[in-house]
């Protein structure tokens, strides 16, 4: 019993302490003088409660390690079916999905459609975010960086030159890019500890520049009236805003209805979503993807092999940055409005834990986690101000208990098929 | 005699106050097996590393195929055709067989990501041979059932042969071995024998070798260097080292 | 001619009452990497919790009428090292030992999550408001004519220079005169040699972010009465600035870690005053960016030499 009890009672005093200083006792500012209040007999009741749990535990832990163990989930992953036949009903799956994905929005409310077409944004972010730290294993803080690049780039290439979205599409892209290859490149030659820094560093840098930058960016208030996209110059508002362009409703001559503007934008979305997974994909099956993996394992190996390891780092740095731009593109077009508010540290965080709760380097982890974590908050409201705090608990958590995420990921393994190479 | 593959002249390799490498030459020529022994701690891995790029030498000259190489990075050096095991397997352990031989050919590969994304004919061509020339290999070093096998869950032995063959997919005109024989056992040892033979005189690549394992060491070697606390202390013949006096007083000590 | 040098010795104060505290919480991350190899996220705010507690201990024996500023300072000091030093070591035990040995990468994964999490559940539990505090020390010592330009240098400012210089010289015996010290630094060396030799390394790692912890205290205290102002989200760049002044001076390196603070507060004290405030974080970071490209091991780090 000795050896358990004063351990027990070590975490019981430190549990005391962590709480009740901060959670106890409330500072308030009042005039100029700093009052203290004591916090409700709730609050205090619940530290009580928590250490009293924490003493019981840490008492009995070993007769509770026995008896509690922490459920494993069922992996999406072990419900899938294996081998040939499974792969073509994979394939059907995909496609009935796919499927369901384009028709639902005409049945939907305007709103679940808008909130679908915010988690489809989130989806590319994770994804994109996905090349670098899943596949390529290397940590990126300041991911939203590059979403900022995309979408100041769209909104100022149409506020100043009346470049259109699928002209600046490619742009923002590219754009992005660049700016990961300039970072990438000196900061990638370093231990991976330094790149997480960077980056969040660098994100920071993205956010100063653009809220003091005052004379282009508009500063903290940012870019407004950015125009939606159209299609083949067909406009979804009432009345077209470019003279050579004619509104949609009018050529297909049906009555103007603003949710076909939703419609479009999540179609447009989904689009995008369904053309990064695809390259992804392919990614994951090419060399390069089969370099990165390599060198998450042992780089020295790879560069014994002539391998460069910075060029291959920075490949994944540059086209992860370049999926942030697409999207940031798309964002600020859906929103017709953008300041730098939109891109604090706390959107690389979100992005992060997506990657992180979906498993890295899976994406169906990543989808279904994108879907999750964004259309969560938004039904239960009350849970907004919490979301922060759990997502920082989530991103702990999962690193202990699974850190494969909810679906591991399964790399596509080539194979050597040795019914032609029979000796 | 022709000009070297490999002449390392004067090479020297200080840690902080440590001379690892003092003074060391060698030189391999075409089609040649050459060994580096010494006993444990001679700073003859510090010499591989050194030529393979991984240290910066502090002094000393390199040249490969009359180029200076020393001071590049480890990857520039291995597109320039030498490769090189490691003391303790380095695989790609989560990798399967197969990929880690498709990875060593990286870059002799069509790596253009258009290509890859949109399945172009010369990108197929490309993964095709990659593929071939890995199955090639395989089957030399009598791994081809186990392509489709994760390379950690292959026996030590195997896992041996496999990096040689990983080395041997990128095509070297240098291969750098060190201490291949390491916890094989002697059936092994021998098949090891047999097959460093069988590549330097079928596929025309010179060897360098570290190893303890001394009768593999003088049954294959053409010339042999002794390294002794990072100082040379001896090269020849085998011949000639086995009968050198300082030779044996390093390994046997003072009578 | 002397108005500019008044005011170049102004900035140059500055910037070292700002860089000495960056060195306290500099130090805190340069030793945990010693030690472990790894970059504590969370350090940042341990720092914001420090300061938060010491308003709360100067905010309550003000109200019960104890007036002695000395012995308010030392039991606020007191107060929030320990309570922060608790945090250090909770955060260890709880979201790094389970990791420990394990890829790198969870680990920093984990680490940004505490960081996360410490920060809302601060903005929960006080509120996301700037918190302020009537300043206890005032007045100083002033320099030069009041009608061109007169330089300061405030009592407070002289407060903070002596308690840094106490808890750096108290920290340097206690790494190179104690046992406890002399176990870091084997730990540092070698881990798992250490562990050998009968160590526990687990308490030296636990002692490592406890000592890392309260000198972040020291910190929150000190910046905290020199500011007067505190709110959930000043740990984050805290700890970015910290980390930057770590690397600047060598991380590893506890001295660098006191070079690196002081070098980085002068730089963005200079910065501020000849080119833009708003711009100084930009200069810190992009010295950070510059010293990782041209010098990587740091101003007073030693290179790593890789193991093959």
């Given amino acids: 019993m000795n050896r358990t009890l004063y351990p027990a009672i070590f975490a019981a005093i430190v549990t005391l302490i962590l709480t009740s200083m901060m959670l106890g006792i409330k500072l308030k500012t009042e005039g100029i003088n700093l009052t203290l209040h004591s916090a409700e007999g709730s609050t205090w009741t619940m530290i009580f409660v928590a250490t009293a749990v924490v003493f019981l535990f840490q008492l009995f832990r070993n007769q509770l390690t026995g008896l509690v163990k922490l459920p494993t989930l069922p992996t999406v992953e072990s419900m899938l079916p294996e081998g040939k036949k499974g792969d073509r009903i994979k394939t059907l799956a995909v496609c009935f999905i796919v499927a369901a ?51 100041y780039t769209y909104a100022l290439l149409s506020l100043y030159y009346d470049v259109s979205f699928w002209v600046a599409l490619p742009i923002c892209g590219l754009l992005a890019a660049l700016f990961g290859f300039l970072l990438g490149f000196p900061v990638l030659r370093l231990r991976g500890d330094y790149l997480a820094i960077v980056t969040l560093g660098f994100g920071e840098i993205i956010r100063i520049l653009l809220l003091n930058w005052t004379d282009v960016t508009g500063g903290p208030n940012g ?67 089969r370099a990165w993996e390599a060198l998450r394992e042992d780089d020295i190996a790879c560069r014994s092999l002539g391998l460069n390891p910075t060029v291959v780092k920075l490949t994944a740095f540059t086209i992860g940055a370049s999926f942030a731009g697409f999207a940031g593109c798309f964002f600020s077009a859906r929103q017709g409005f953008i300041s730098p508010e939109s891109f604090v540290f706390i959107e690389s965080a979100i992005i992060l834990a997506i990657v992180v709760l979906g498993g890295m380097g899976s994406q169906l982890g990543v989808i ?20 922060m705090l759990m997502f920082g608990l989530l991103m702990v958590f999962m690193m202990i208990w699974k850190p494969q995420g909810l679906v591991p990921m399964k790399r596509p393994h080539l194979e050597l098929s040795t019914g032609d190479k029979a000796k | 005699m022709s000009r070297a593959l490999l002449e390392v002249s004067g090479l020297c390799m200080r840690f902080g106050g440590l001379l690892a490498v003092n003074n060391v030459s060698l030189s391999v020529h075409e089609k040649e097996i050459v060994s580096v022994i010494g006993p444990n701690g001679a ?192 090269s020849g013949t085998p011949a000639e080292i086995r009968d050198n006096p300082d030779v044996i007083k390093a390994y046997l000590g003072e009578e | 001619m002397q108005e500019q040098l008044l005011y170049f010795v102004q900035q140059l104060l500055n910037g070292l ?26 350090h940042g705010e341990v720092y914001m919790i420090g300061t938060y507690v010491a308003f709360i ?60 999490f410490l920060q809302n559940f ?76 009968g160590i526990n390394t687990n308490n030296i790692i636990a002692l490592t972010f406890v000592v890392g912890a309260a000198l972040a205290a020291v910190a929150g205290l000190l910046l905290g009465m020199y500011y007067g102002v505190v709110n959930p989200y000043i740990g984050f760049i805290a700890g970015l600035k910290a980390f930057t002044a770590a690397v600047l001076g ?32 930009v200069v810190a970071f992009g010295l950070l960016i510059l010293v990782l490209l041209f010098r990587p091991s740091g101003l007073l780090g030693k290179p790593e030499v890789e193991k093959i």
């Fill in chain 2, 43 to 234: 700073g003859k891995t510090t010499v591989f590393n050194c030529i393979s790029g991984f240290y910066n030498p502090t002094q000393g000259t390199i040249l490969f195929d009359g180029e200076e190489i020393a001071g590049l990075k480890g990857h520039k050096i291995a597109r320039k055709g030498m490769v090189r095991t490691f003391q303790h397997v380095r695989l790609f352990k989560e990798m399967t067989v197969i990929e880690n031989l498709l990875v060593a050919q990286h870059m002799h590969m069509n790596t253009n990501l258009m290509g890859g994304f949109l399945k172009t004919p010369a990108y197929r061509k490309s993964e095709q041979r990659a593929m071939e020339n890995a199955a090639f290999w395989l089957d030399k070093v009598n791994l081809l059932e186990f392509a489709n096998r994760e390379a950690g869950n292959l026996a030590y032995g195997q896992q041996r042969r496999l990096e040689i063959a990983r080395c041997m997919v990128t095509r070297p005109r240098l291969l750098m071995l060190d201490e291949p024989a390491a916890g094989l056992n002697p059936n092994e040892t021998k098949e090891l024998d047999q097959l460093i033979c069988n590549l330097r005189d079928e596929f025309d690549v010179s060897i360098l070798l570290i190893e303890h394992d001394m009768g593999l060491v003088m049954g294959i070697s053409d010339q042999i260097a002794v390294i002794n606390q990072g100082t040379p202390l001896a």
């Fill in chain 1, 368 to 387: 279904l986690a994108a879907i999750i974590l964004t259309v969560l908050p938004e039904l239960a409201r009350e849970f907004q101000e919490y979301r």
């Fill in chain 1, 223 to 289: 870019i407004s009236r950015i125009p939606k996209p159209d299609i083949f110059g067909l406009e979804f508002s009432r009345r077209a805003k470019d003279p050579d362009n004619m509104p949609f409703h009018e050529f297909f001559g049906i009555a103007y209805d603003p949710s076909y503007k939703v419609i479009f934008l999540y179609l447009l979305a989904l689009l995008l979503v369904l053309v990064t997974v695809y390259v992804i994909n392919r990614l994951t099956r090419m060399p390069i993807g």
């Fill in chain 3, 17 to 42: 009452t700002i860089g000495s505290t960056y060195a306290l919480i500099a130090i805190g991350y340069t030793m945990v990497y010693g030690i472990i190899g790894m970059i504590n996220f969370a």
């Fill in chain 3, 250 to 281: 060598g991380i590893g390196s506890i001295p660098g870690a006191m070079l690196g603070g002081i070098l980085l507060g002068t730089t963005e004290a200079m910065t501020s005053a000849y080119f833009s405030s708003e711009y100084k974080d």
């Fill in chain 3, 122 to 197: 601060v903005r929960l539990a006080q509120g996301s408001r700037d918190i302020a505090m009537p300043s206890l020390v005032t007045g100083g010592w002033t320099f030069g004519s009041p009608d061109t330009f007169e330089a300061s240098l405030s009592y407070m400012q002289v407060i903070i220079f002596i308690v840094t210089l106490v808890t750096m010289g108290a920290l340097t015996l206690f790494i190179t005169k104690s046992k406890w010290g002399r176990a870091c630094r084997s730990c540092s060396q070698d881990l798992g040699m250490t562990n050998l030799l």
């Fill in chain 1, 101 to 151: 994905a384009l028709i639902w929005p005409f049945y939907a409310s305007r709103g679940a459609v808008d909130l679908a077409t915010l988690a489809l944004i989130y989806i590319m972010l994770g994804l994109g975010l996905n090349i670098v730290v899943g596949l390529a294993g290397l940590l990126d803080l300041g991911y939203v960086a590059f979403y900022a690049v995309g979408a």
């Fill in chain 3, 57 to 116: 201990v100067i905010a309550g024996l003000t109200y019960l009428g104890l007036e002695s500023l000395p012995l308010v300072f030392l039991a606020a000091l007191l107060v929030s090292m320990m309570v922060a030093a608790t945090y250090g070591f909770t955060i260890e035990r709880v979201a790094y030992r389970p990791l420990r040995g394990g890829p790198r990468l969870l680990a920093l994964i984990s680490a940004i999550g505490m960081s996360i």
